[in-house]
T-cell receptor, first 116, second 111 residues
Framework: DAGVTQSPTHLIKTRGQHVTLRCSPI?????VSWYQQVLGQGPQFIFQ???????GRGNFPDRFSARQFPNYSSELNVNALLLGDSALYLC???????????????FGPGTRLTVL | EDQVTQSPEALRLQEGESSSLNCSYT??????LFWYRQDPGKGPEFLFT???AGEEKEKERLKATLTKKESFLHITAPKPEDSATYLC????????????FGKGTKLSVKP
């Protein structure tokens, strides 16, 4: 069975540009979460979607947005890129709604974003 | 504020030298504690979930335990392929379902 997939693998952008990252969850999973991981730190929560609705948002500026499609895949959009947005962006999928118990999240390989 | 602290930051072991990694947490109503393994440049790989104090889980050379304040990841007779960063995360009772991660412990096992 395929795990969580993310595209692209790597991306280089310049300050002020816009970027779209994509994620496909494990088949049958309806919940997708996005995390940002800066080098040397643990992942930080950005968004969670369940059944195509936003169910949670972390402490990130409005430049960050996301959506989930009818097939449960998801996009993360970042506008007006800053140098500090350089990071590994991780997508995680789960079979349950975020607030459920036994909510194990499985991560994809990530997209490495470099902002010059 | 919900918080996760992992120690040590880095750990160097000789092959076969057993040790433990610590994850201490402060959270309002623990809904679950998760251990992940992360190789450089890759996404975290799920290892274990623990839900209540006293619970233990094992997988090959790894064993995870949970108390009301902390979790331990015991590594028995480690091999070089166990070298990775080990991340601990919690899901708080009042949360939106997001995971709160520690900074991780970077484990190096030398042959």
């Amino acid at each position: 069975d395929a795990g969580v997939t993310q595209s692209p693998t790597h991306l280089i952008k310049t300050r002020g540009q816009h970027v779209t990252l994509r994620c496909s969850p494990i088949s049958g999973h309806k919940s997708v979460s996005w995390y940002q991981q800066v080098l040397g730190q643990g992942p930080q929560f950005i968004f969670q979607y369940y059944e195509k609705e936003e169910r949670g948002r972390g402490n990130f500026p409005d430049r960050f947005s996301a959506r989930q499609f009818p097939n449960y895949s998801s996009e993360l959009n970042v506008n007006a890129l800053l140098l500090g947005d350089s990071a590994l962006y991780l997508c995680a999928s789960s079979s349950r709604q975020g607030t459920s118990v036994y909510n194990e999240q499985f991560f994809g390989p990530g997209t490495r974003l470099t902002v010059l | 504020e919900d918080q996760v602290t992992q120690s040590p930051e880095a750990l160097r072991l000789q092959e076969g030298e057993s040790s433990s990694l610590n994850c201490s947490y402060t959270v309002s109503g623990l809904r679950g504690l998760f251990w992940y393994r992360q190789d450089p440049g890759k996404g975290p790989e799920f290892l274990f979930t623990l839900y209540s104090a006293g619970e233990e889980k094992e997988k090959e050379r790894l064993k995870a335990t949970l108390t009301k304040k902390e979790s331990f990841l015991h590594i028995t007779a480690p091999k070089p392929e166990d070298s990775a960063t080990y991340l601990c995360a919690v899901q708080a009772g009042g949360s939106q379902g997001n995971l709160i991660f520690g900074k991780g412990t970077k484990l190096s096992v030398k042959p």
